[in-house]
């Protein structure tokens, strides 16, 4: 009997599960992939990744004195100690594996003058690991490579059985669920906000395929499990590296499904995105790659003055939200307006390196630059912090599985414990990599749909339960007398209100306010139905559900740790925040 395993999402964790389940079928095994996308196939963060991806090859190309003991040592101090100490191990370990994999599908990296890889240097990293594809292109390289492949084993299949299909513009809008008699409760810490020992843990939904929009049109597709690749959810706030389809899909799908989430409260910032405002439909703010900073570039004020010394030892290579959360804290030393930029300068590095090193290594950033009118060999350019990766999401054991069965995830949509409270530099495509891999395998070797197994408690590491942010805030009454919101929603006002209240820094004031503005726009949403949304409706849901859970876990959460700040506290306490809800 033909099994069906249904990706949704396009980025790396699915092309690369796409083509692993493929290669499986057509080596014999009855299976049949479907790759579903809301865009094109190269609509993803994935394409724009610059840096590279992290990985310790072999001995004879990896830098001298690394190792993967170094590189998990990296992982879990940028994670601030909130890492899955096993799904680190797993990550960095097995990359070697999947940078291979990449090659057998046509992705190759850049090399060295000695012919070994070129390996960059980033923040927070001990040594040189970071592997990069096109200068500056790394994601745009492994996504056309990955596309390719895709489109090739489609086309074969079409003609041959058919075990690849792909479907773009097909916005998936529900997971389809059925009572799963024969799994087992989930344990007592992972059931719903309020259980007891008194009160048995849920008997999870399973997951039997997927509803969604194909040119606008409902259609519903059964399957024998689901794998989330849909990304981030940058869209979130009023600047992000992420591109528009990043609008928190598969957080919002495995939300209603009864999954479990957690540590939502961790969003990166990533500190140097040029300062210009993004044009409607147009590509998202252009990210400067830490790889530039790794080169030598420095990042001063207005004055001209470099400040990242006085906030950290390791200056412009500290972790991201340091260097992010360090230029808010110098915006409002200086006296500076929140919005204002800081300035990029990388003079240096061409000084140093000879006329013409920052165009070879940096095309794409050198060429975006220049159209936007900077010159950075000649002049600094403005920069400021923009939303970038988010570190919590859909709870997955080191399988891609979920807490409900016959659901995976993986990528940026899952919460793997990998990342911890702030990811290091360049591990999110590794992340999508490995453990969508990892999916795939386990898919392939489960008998039959019914043997999904129940979560072992340790691979979760629950902390203690919030509810949703509108159970936190009840609605009643929440528009007011005459039932009108103040402030209409709109994503422009819900991205203003996410980066004044839940950007990269926060107050309780800030975040309660937000509560309840948040469940005031929920109400009108909810009032008006399902019946008929098209994707941008759905899609404004989707966001609106992300934003309450963030604020919901970053309220909880009254202490500063990782890539959550509080500017009212001053301690950071090692606990993970969980959210769960009943199907």
């Not at 990069?132 to 895709?150: M, P, S, W």
């Not at 004020?301 to 400040?307: H, I, N, V």
């Not at 937000?514 to 469940?519: E, S, V």
């Amino acid at each position: 009997m033909t099994r069906r395993l249904v990706i949704v999402g396009s980025g790396i964790a699915g092309l690369y599960a796409a083509l692993l389940a493929t290669d499986a079928a057509t080596g014999g095994r009855d299976i049949e992939v479907v790759l579903l996308s809301k865009g094109t196939l190269e609509q993803s963060n994935t394409f724009y990744a610059q840096g590279g991806i992290s990985a310790v090859l072999g001995p004879e190309d990896a830098a001298p004195r690394d190792s993967v003991a170094a590189h998990i040592a990296d992982t879990l101090a940028a994670g601030a100690g909130l890492n899955d100490a096993e799904a680190v191990r797993v990550l960095c370990s097995e990359a070697v594996r999947d940078i291979a994999g990449l090659g057998r599908y046509g992705v190759h990296f850049d090399l060295g003058p000695d012919g070994g890889p070129a390996l960059g240097l980033e923040a927070a990293h001990s040594a040189p690991r970071i592997l990069h594809a096109g200068g500056d292109a790394t994601g745009a390289c492994i996504a056309r490579g990955l596309v390719a492949a895709v489109l090739e084993r489609a086309v074969l299949d079409r003609a041959g059985h058919g075990r690849l299909r792909v479907e773009t513009s097909a916005f998936v809008t529900g997971l389809l669920t059925e009572p799963d008699d024969l799994a087992e409760a989930l344990p007592d810490e992972l059931s719903r906000p309020g259980s007891t020992p008194l009160t048995p843990a849920p008997v999870p939904a399973r997951v039997t395929g997927v509803a969604y929009l194909a040119g606008g049109r409902p259609q519903e597709l059964a399957a024998d499990a689901v794998l989330l690749t849909t990304g981030g959810a940058g869209r979130l706030f009023a600047r992000t590296s992420n591109p528009a389809v990043a609008t928190a899909d598969g957080l919002a799908l495995a939300w209603r499904a009864g999954a479990a989430v957690r540590d939502l409260e961790f969003f990166q910032f990533h500190p140097t995105t040029l300062a210009a405002e993004e044009t409607p439909g147009g590509p998202p703010a252009l990210l400067i790659s830490e790889a530039v900073r790794g080169e030598g570039a420095v990042l001063l004020d207005a004055a001209g003055y470099r400040f990242m010394p006085d906030y950290h030892p390791d200056a412009e290579l500290a972790p991201r939200d340091v260097v992010s959360r360090s230029i808010a804290l110098h915006l409002a030393a200086t006296g500076a307006a929140p919005d204002s930029p800081v300035y990029l300068d990388a003079r240096g590095i061409e000084a140093e390196k000879g006329a013409g090193f920052l165009a070879r290594r940096f095309p794409t950033i050198t060429a975006a630059t220049l159209a936007a009118g900077y010159d950075w060999t000649r002049e600094t350019v403005p920069v400021s912090p923009a939303a970038h990766y988010w570190m919590g999401g859909v709870c997955t054991d080191l399988w891609g599985r979920t807490s409900v069965p016959g659901l995976y995830a993986a990528g940026e949509v899952a919460r793997t414990g990998a990342q911890g409270a702030n990811r290091l530099a360049s591990n999110s495509l590794l992340e999508g990599l490995v453990f969508g891999r990892r999916a795939v395998e386990d898919f392939l070797r489960a008998p039959a749909a019914t043997d999904w197994p129940a979560p072992a408690t340790g691979e979760f590491h629950p902390g203690s339960h919030v509810p949703p942010a509108a159970a936190a805030t009840p609605r009643t009454g929440a528009t007011g007398a005459a039932g009108a919101v103040a402030v209409p929603f709109s994503r422009e006002a819900l991205g203003r209100l996410m980066t004044a209240a839940a950007g990269v820094t926060r107050t309780g004031a800030d975040l309660d306010a937000a509560a309840l503005r948040l469940a005031q726009w929920g109400t009108v949403l909810e009032g008006r139905g399902l019946a008929g949304l098209d994707q941008a409706g759905h899609e404004d849901r989707n966001l609106l559900l992300a934003a309450e859970l963030l604020v919901a876990a970053a309220r909880q959460r009254t202490h500063s740790i990782g890539a959550h700040y509080r500017a009212d506290a001053a301690t950071s306490v090692l606990t993970h925040s969980m959210q769960r809800i009943s199907s």
